[in-house]
């Protein structure tokens, strides 16, 4: 399968605690976008990349969100000191944009749930 | 500012009637516009898109939408609805970076 993955699926843990959760964009896509996504709602943009680049960064990105992209493929999303309002779901995208590409046509993950008890 | 509303936050239809989703956007310039699906507890699948042209487009699953710029509209239909397409609708505004969604549609199907 050669679509986006995301780990874990699932993630439980106390307020407080620090979580980190993956992205494997396809393989060819050079963008990758973090969304968040509370019950009832639609998902909200938090970040994006561009190869290493982070490009743009929501406000609802606090300070105890980190996000990195090391080497242009998967990407990692931090939280510290997590409190009951991250619990949500996380949802990563990946799109193909180039010079003759303007077309951002994204491309979702199952996304990673996340429970602060 | 930029903006989608989806109006219908729950639609109840029959199995093998017609489907209308409402979505309408505010955006500065000349919008792409995506409707995708999502089941409970799973990721978003994209329906359709739609970037420039014919502004009927076709998307997979028996799905279509209209884009009508004077109304700032793009509203999802499909002839005879399936029990499986019971699941989260979301209607999505952008252009070369982030997308901005509704708050979603949930449909429900009876049999």
């Known amino acids: 399968d050669t679509g986006v993955s995301q780990n874990p699926r699932h993630k439980i843990t106390k307020r407080g605690q620090n979580v980190t959760f993956r992205c494997d964009p396809i393989?060819?896509?050079?963008?990758l976008y973090w969304y968040r996504q509370t019950l009832g709602q639609g998902p909200e943009f938090l970040t994006y990349f561009q190869n290493e680049a982070q490009l743009e960064k929501s406000r609802l990105l606090s300070d105890r969100f980190s996000a990195e992209r090391p080497k242009g493929s998967f990407s990692t999303l931090e939280i510290q000191r997590t409190e009951q309002g991250d619990s949500a779901m996380y949802l990563c995208?990946?799109?193909?944009?180039?010079?003759?590409?303007?077309?951002?046509?994204?491309?979702f993950g199952p996304g990673t749930r996340l429970t602060v008890l | 500012a930029q903006s989608v509303t989806q109006p219908d936050i729950h639609i109840t239809v029959s199995e093998g009637a017609s489907l209308e989703l409402r979505c309408n956007y505010s955006y500065g310039a000349t919008p792409y516009l995506f409707w995708y699906v999502q089941s409970p507890g799973q990721g978003l699948q994209l329906l359709l898109k739609?970037?420039?042209?014919?502004?009927l487009v076709q998307g997979i699953k028996g799905f279509e939408a209209e884009f009508k710029r004077s109304q700032s509209s793009f509203n999802l239909r499909k002839p005879s609805v399936h029990w499986s397409d019971a699941a989260e609708y979301f209607c999505?505004?952008?252009?070369?970076?982030?997308?901005?969604f509704g708050t979603g549609t949930r449909l429900q199907v009876f049999p």
């Open positions: 739609y970037f420039s042209g014919d502004t």
């Open positions: 999505a505004v952008g252009r070369t970076d982030k997308l901005i």
């Open positions: 995208a990946s799109s193909l944009m180039s010079q003759g590409q303007r077309r951002n046509e994204q491309f």
């Open positions: 393989s060819e896509h050079n963008r």
